[in-house]
């Protein structure tokens, strides 16, 4: 990854808002549903935290809940499809719960050990570094409209931790945050905001 990074680069992280799967706690990753009516409202919300700041790209998972909350948050005007903010792949797992997942696999930690037939930590990684090291050119504020864990393993990975430590980061739905770096020490990445929401 770059090694002087920009000072002025602020990544705002924003997850979408609630989805039937969201609320029911199924894993989510290529199934391509709506918000509820509800998430439609949470994003409208968010919307408002986000009305003054000039962005100057604005980059989101091509999945409809993520290009809906985009649209609903009011920054759809020029957005581009980044296919690496699409959620983690489930592969076996999708649609299914981890306390149903957890009864067969009762040590299972989707960060430690991936999904049968989906991504693994590796691979996640892999992918959020790629997407990191290419956001790391830029010099400019960038809203991040993308999922949960995705979004975890991004704060993870931002400041230098493994994916096993994205855990420790759990997103709401609708919720911002913001990656930048110190001030006074710019080579440090950091978390400025977490988990906010409207």
Request: charged share 25%.
């Amino acid at each position: 990854m770059k090694t002087s990074p920009p000072t002025s680069l602020r990544l705002y992280l924003i997850r979408h808002g609630e989805t039937e799967w969201s609320l029911s706690g199924r894993h989510t990753s290529h199934t391509d549903i709506p918000l509820t009516p509800n998430g439609e409202h949470e994003a409208r919300e968010l919307g408002k935290q986000l009305l003054d700041i000039p962005f100057a790209q604005v980059l989101t998972s091509p999945l409809k809940r993520a290009r809906q909350t985009c649209q609903l948050v009011g920054l759809d005007k020029a957005p581009e499809m980044e296919p690496d903010l699409q959620e983690w792949d489930y592969g076996d797992y999708e649609g299914q719960r981890s306390v149903d997942i957890l009864k067969e696999r009762p040590d299972w930690n989707i960060y430690r050990d991936g999904c049968p037939g989906g991504e693994s930590p590796a691979q996640i990684s892999a992918r959020v570094d790629r997407m990191i090291t290419r956001l790391r050119q830029l010099d400019s504020t960038i809203a991040l409209f993308t999922h949960g864990q995705i979004g975890s393993v991004m704060a993870a990975r931002w400041i230098g931790l493994p994916v096993a430590k994205a855990q420790h980061f759990m997103l709401s739905t609708a919720s911002l945050s913001i990656f930048s770096y110190d001030l006074h020490h710019p080579d440090v990445a950091v978390i400025a905001l977490w988990n906010k929401r409207s």
